[in-house]
């Protein structure tokens, strides 16, 4: 793996280290584009249950001589595929840990001590694996997820600042920022499947976070802003109202506005069958629309949700690129006041005007296509439609996150929140239950973090005091009793005997689990008096607290 001139000057300019030579080789292809048809033929006969397994496998020898093998072999009598994978890859399996969560211990001690587990050392990649080097120590989520994923670690980087590893935030800083040099984006994670994606732009977000700890000046990282807003902007000055390109759409006034993308439409590799099957469920609609309407929802991180949907109940009617997103929309706002401020203190006054005035046009064409008066809320918007879309969803906190809602609005939108988004166990993702794991009855962490600041910022802290202890006990009831954090809960009741983690979706629930440890771990910090503080694996959850 190489990089470009302009990459090692960046890296070096910012403290880096440009060399991942400590890393063991990358494979540069994705492992459909480097098996082909063994690729092929293990996801769609089953080998592994989960389709994620085989695109993090380990060669046990290069790639090329698997091909090879594979070719020569297949056609022989007695063939045996699952015996041939066995035979040339292995499982990728996580690093091994001692660590043994003391039960008597409290949540702050838990998630401190978790951390290290979580953590993952560039030296120990192995050789020509899908994973893509990093120059350093990086956390992971955990579970079935044994890479760096990008909005996720935002979340994450909230708990490791209130647990004082700021070593571990200047290495996610730096990988972040050699990942903007290497390949002119962050990808959705460190994967060579991953590549043709992003996901939420949280890069301006982590580098404010970086500043107000004292990790890292955020001036520092203003050439990597602007080459990420790149990016998210590529094409723009050649679209028409009505047009779309990559992800940027132009709206009927002229407007520019943003949508997830990805590169490519063909089916996930880590969902290869799950896809495969998905598009069968829409006969009317080309398989690669359907597919890259997939991988775009991925790009979101609501992977998936009746959000992205035209029939709630059939994923194949997925329209992610037809949707204006709310959420997106506004991390891009959040960038580019950044890359305006950062560009005032470096003296380039043009920059500074140039992106103040494009957050400001941002701002204005939001509040005309995506705010619903009648709703009280900013929804997703159907360009391809030119109509809202009719699902209301936790994305309408966002624009109070990041400071772009008025204060009318954000008045508005807290109402509407109260009155039909909170749940007995913390902030529903949608009003609509289904199959999804973005749909009630679930709630995840990073969703509960941004309507609690951005409710907060805007003085509703009535509102985000009670969602943050909803929340709490939520998460603390399901610790008392497991012993555990995971990726998702379920929000259906503040009974604490019957707190559990989230269902539905492509996978099992997962343990682990970094946002989640991340948002917590914050909460705990903002909120002392809560009695999750008091909760341990060996004593019985708390209720919900009165206030």
């Not at 009831?477 to 019957?498: F, G, I, P, Q, W």
């Amino acid at each position: 793996m190489t990089m470009t001139d302009a990459a090692q000057r960046s890296l070096a300019a910012g403290g880096m280290t440009p060399d991942v030579a400590h890393c063991a080789p990358s494979d540069v292809l994705t492992p459909a584009d480097r098996y082909q048809q063994l690729f092929v033929d293990v996801q769609t006969q089953r080998v592994f249950p989960d389709s994620k397994t085989f695109v993090d496998c380990v060669p046990t020898r290069p790639p090329a001589e698997i091909l090879r093998r594979y070719r020569e072999d297949v056609a022989k009598p007695g063939f045996d595929l699952a015996r041939f994978v066995a035979s040339h890859f292995t499982l990728e399996r996580p690093p091994a840990s001692h660590y043994l969560s003391d039960p008597g211990q409290g949540l702050v001690d838990h998630i401190d001590g978790l951390w290290d587990v979580l953590t993952r050392l560039p030296e120990a990649h192995p050789a020509y694996s899908s994973l893509l080097p990093l120059p350093r120590p990086y956390v992971v989520p955990g579970g079935r997820f044994h890479e760096l994923y990008y909005w996720d670690s935002y979340f994450t980087m909230l708990g490791l600042a209130c647990s004082n590893r700021h070593d571990l935030l200047r290495s996610m800083a730096d990988n972040f920022s050699f990942l903007i040099d290497t390949y002119g984006h962050v990808p959705n994670g460190n994967r060579t499947y991953y590549l043709s994606r992003s996901q939420p732009p949280m890069y301006g977000l982590m580098v404010a976070l970086f500043e107000s700890h004292g990790v890292a000046r955020a001036i520092q990282y203003l050439p990597h802003l602007r080459r990420e807003y790149d990016f998210w902007m590529d094409g723009e000055a050649s679209l028409a109202p009505g047009e779309a390109y990559r992800h940027v759409v132009c709206m009927p006034d002229g407007s520019r506005l943003n949508r997830y993308w990805d590169e490519r439409d063909t089916p996930r590799e880590e969902g290869y069958l799950e896809d495969v099957n998905t598009a069968r469920q829409a006969p009317n609609r080309r398989a690669g629309e359907v597919y890259r309407d997939l991988r775009a929802g991925a790009a979101s991180g609501w992977d998936f949700s009746s959000r992205w949907l035209d029939d709630v109940n059939n994923l194949g009617s997925i329209r992610t690129t037809a949707c204006v997103p709310v959420d997106l929309n506004s991390f891009l706002f959040a960038s580019e006041r950044q890359i305006a401020t950062l560009s005032k203190a470096t003296g380039d006054s043009d920059a500074a005007q140039a992106f103040a005035t494009r957050a400001q046009a941002r701002r204005e064409a939001m509040s005309r296509y995506l705010w619903c008066d009648d709703e009280g809320a900013f929804l997703d918007y159907d360009w391809q439609g030119g109509e809202p879309r009719p699902r209301l969803s936790a994305a309408l906190a966002t624009p109070l996150f990041v400071g772009l809602a008025s204060r009318e609005q954000a008045r508005r939108s807290a109402q509407t929140i109260s009155d039909r988004l909170v749940a007995p166990g913390g902030l529903r993702t949608t009003q609509t239950s289904g199959l999804q794991q973005w749909d009630p009855p679930n709630g995840w962490a990073p969703l509960q973090w941004i309507a609690i600041d951005g409710l907060r910022q805007y003085g509703e802290h009535r509102l985000a005091s009670d969602i943050a202890h909803r929340w709490l006990s939520t998460v603390s009831a399901l610790y008392a009793r497991e012993n555990k954090l995971v990726e998702k809960y379920s929000l259906h009741t503040s009974d604490e005997m019957c707190a559990s983690g989230g269902g539905g979706g492509e996978y099992p629930l997962q343990d682990g689990f970094g946002w989640t440890n991340g948002v917590v771990r914050r909460l705990l910090g903002d909120y002392p008096e809560h009695l999750a503080h008091q909760v341990t694996a060996q004593g019985r959850a708390p209720g919900r607290v009165r206030r």
